[in-house]
């Protein structure tokens, strides 16, 4: 089973903002926190991940809390093409690690024009 | 960019009969995966493979389930004897820095 908890949905509108919060209470210090998302009838896509400090990419940031029980992933700046299910995962490698990634159920966000 | 790349994108089959899925991971990634979405469902870990050997496997990829990396540049999930439950989207995953999911391909069972 999923080890973090995310709201079922989300909603935003376009070019404002987005904060995507997951809770992760059981990491442990080598875990790291992923995000990917999947845009309907596609492949989940890497989004960014992090272990402890905050991560910037060119598709968004990630801010990971000091206590590293919960995390936030950060759209600057919503477009439609943003609407997707975005899971936050707890892998204890890097990059996923030779035993897979265990998906929940994510966050389904909405993107209002 | 280097993408993960799957055939057929669509595969109708009758019950019983065998399938193959293809896939062809990124070049240069050493750990590849196979995951499966039935619809509406959340994407199931099945198997990871490295060093041309299965590295772990879910309690779904049983015994009618195998994987091959037959020519260095494709991997491939077989289906012995398909059920009507196999019936769902199967994404191919190629690890580097992060994971790479394929476009999957959408196993109909009859």
């Known amino acids: 089973d999923a080890k973090t908890t995310q709201p079922n949905s989300m909603e935003s509108n376009e070019e404002e903002p987005v904060h995507l919060p997951c809770n992760h209470s059981?990491?442990?210090?080598?875990?790291?926190i992923h995000w990917y998302r999947q845009l309907p009838s596609q492949g989940p896509e890497y989004v960014i991940h992090?272990?402890?400090s905050n991560v910037n990419n060119r598709m968004a940031s990630l801010a990971i809390a000091e206590d590293r029980k919960s995390s936030t992933l950060i759209l600057h700046r919503a477009t439609l093409r943003d609407a997707a299910v975005y899971y936050c995962i707890q892998n204890s490698y890097s990059g996923g690690g030779a035993d897979g990634l265990t998906f929940g159920k994510g966050t389904h966000l909405i993107i209002q024009p | 960019e280097p993408e993960v790349t799957q055939t057929p994108s669509h595969q109708v089959t009758q019950m019983g009969q065998e399938v193959i899925l293809r896939c062809v991971p990124i070049?240069?990634?050493?750990?590849f995966y196979w995951y499966r979405q039935i619809l509406g469902q959340k994407v199931e870990f099945l198997v990871s493979?490295?060093?041309?050997?299965?590295?772990?496997k879910s309690e779904i990829f049983d015994d009618q389930f195998s994987v091959e990396r037959p020519d260095g540049s494709n991997f491939t999930l077989k289906i012995r004897s398909t059920k009507l439950e196999d019936s769902a989207m199967y994404f191919c995953a190629s690890r580097g820095q992060s994971t790479f999911f394929g476009p999957g391909t959408r196993l109909t069972v009859l």
């Open positions: 070049s240069n990634h050493l750990y």
């Open positions: 493979f490295y060093n041309n050997e299965i590295s772990e």
């Open positions: 059981t990491i442990s210090g080598t875990d790291y």
């Open positions: 992090g272990l402890t």
